[in-house]
């Protein structure tokens, strides 16, 4: 008997894993498709490089302050009733695309669907922490989930190409997207999420997110989160920008440059949770990002052909970082914070992925809408992104409180 209800709870943990698995999926579909959309709006709108982008900064403005300001939610009201919540505003704006056609009617049915994909990230990303055994589960599980959206990241540019290529309008791509959050919706009714543990003797509201802010811990990763984000939406945003018109040897490869870069990038991040099981993190996340600083700065100094090779390539390098960063910084946390600490680094992600693009758009224009000089800005967040990494892998300022979060949340725990 006792075996079967084993059996029963590892299946129905299994279930609830996929279901995550395929949020993110959808989602990625949605936001890492706005670099091949951002042309399409351009020429249809008349828009210059840093409005047009407002597609990619204002949904990423809406779910940073989901983050912040609901994050609460999925510790107060558990992951299951949070995600369900996020995933229906996200199915009542995606099929509000089917009318309208105004620039500034697109841009805030994006801004309500950032809010929906910030609510129910907060819940998925708490629910990871509950259903892993261990902080490195933790990491690898993250490494699956974010390996699920880098594969979204390659579907949802696809789709929009094949229906521009069929004269069908990009914003189809959401009609697409609610569609599968509809069925994601009534699975996730149907399936049994772990019950999340409530403290008695902390009130869980958004004055305890903003009290968590301050923690160094919360902020460290946050930190890492914007900077690492910054750099990773320079090429999604604005490579496609950067290389348009290329004509040299590595031709075919510059055609499909965005989606290698996404092939990578979601290939590298499922090898990422087996790597993670089996050696430092921090030492990989420093000689990764050196790897990416090295792949930024080689391509503002070198030519069209170096930048066609080295960016997409980048991609490898960039796999394990966010969901690694990602990871520790929840993890670094009990479990009942899980929900306010993934919404405060959803902050800075989101914050990140605005902010980023943003200010590279707008170096970009100051230069007669030069791309390269935005990709040197986001080779100096790079640079930066790389000296924290090196401080967090030769000073190790996490390493007690995992060990402590290890013994106290995870050892000898059931699930």
């Not at 709006?41 to 912040?68: C, D, E, W």
């Not at 992951?79 to 105004?102: H, N, Q, W």
């Not at 990773?232 to 490579?239: G, N, P």
């Not at 590595?250 to 440059?257: I, V």
Request: glycine share 10%.
């Amino acid at each position: 008997m006792a075996t079967q209800i084993s059996f029963d709870k590892k299946k129905n943990l299994t279930i609830v894993k996929w279901l995550t698995y395929m949020m993110f999926l959808m989602f990625a579909m949605t936001t890492d498709a706005v670099g091949v959309i951002i042309p399409e709006v351009m020429k249809q709108f008349n828009l210059s490089m840093t409005a047009a982008g407002l597609l990619h900064y204002g949904p990423m403005v809406a779910i940073a302050a989901a983050g912040i300001f609901l994050g609460f939610l999925a510790d107060k009201l558990g992951r299951k009733v949070t995600i369900v919540m996020g995933l229906t505003l996200f199915v009542l704006s995606s099929y509000m695309f089917l009318v309208g056609s105004s620039f500034g009617f697109f841009l805030a049915l994006l801004m309500v669907s950032g809010l929906a994909i910030g609510i129910f990230k907060t819940g998925a990303l708490a629910l990871i922490g509950d259903i892993s055994t261990s902080t490195r589960e933790h990491t690898s599980t993250m490494n699956n989930v974010e390996g699920f959206f880098g594969v979204g990241a390659i579907i949802g540019p696809f789709i929009v190409t094949y229906f521009l290529s069929r004269g069908v309008e990009w914003r189809y791509l959401y009609v697409v997207a609610a569609t599968l959050s509809v069925v994601l919706i009534v699975l996730s009714l149907l399936a049994k999420y772990p019950k999340t543990t409530k403290s008695t003797q902390e009130t869980i509201n958004l004055k305890r997110t903003m009290k968590m802010i301050g923690d160094p811990y919360a902020l460290g990763f946050s930190v890492a989160a914007f900077l690492y984000v910054s750099v990773e939406t320079a090429i999604y945003v604005w490579m496609p920008t950067l290389i348009f018109g290329y004509e040299g040897d590595l031709l075919m490869w510059a055609t499909y440059a965005l989606p290698i870069f996404f092939v990578l990038r979601a290939g590298g991040r499922f090898l990422g949770a087996w790597v993670m099981q089996r050696y430092n993190w921090a030492a990989v996340l420093a000689v990764f990002s050196f790897l990416i600083l090295l792949c930024f700065g080689l391509s503002v100094v070198g030519g069209s052909t170096v930048r066609v090779l080295l960016l997409p390539l980048s991609g490898l390098f960039m796999s394990v970082m966010y969901p690694t960063i990602n990871s520790k910084g929840i993890s670094c946390f009990p479990k009942v914070k899980g929900g306010a600490v993934s919404g405060i680094i959803l902050f800075f992600t989101a914050a990140g992925a605005a902010l980023g693009p943003l200010s590279m758009g707008i170096v970009s224009d100051a230069f007669n809408s030069q791309p390269i000089y935005g990709f040197m800005l986001a080779t100096f967040y790079a640079g930066i992104l790389f000296i924290g990494m090196m401080y967090n892998w030769i000073k190790e300022p996490t390493k007690k409180r995992l060990l402590q979060i290890e013994e106290t949340e995870y050892h000898n725990n059931p699930n």
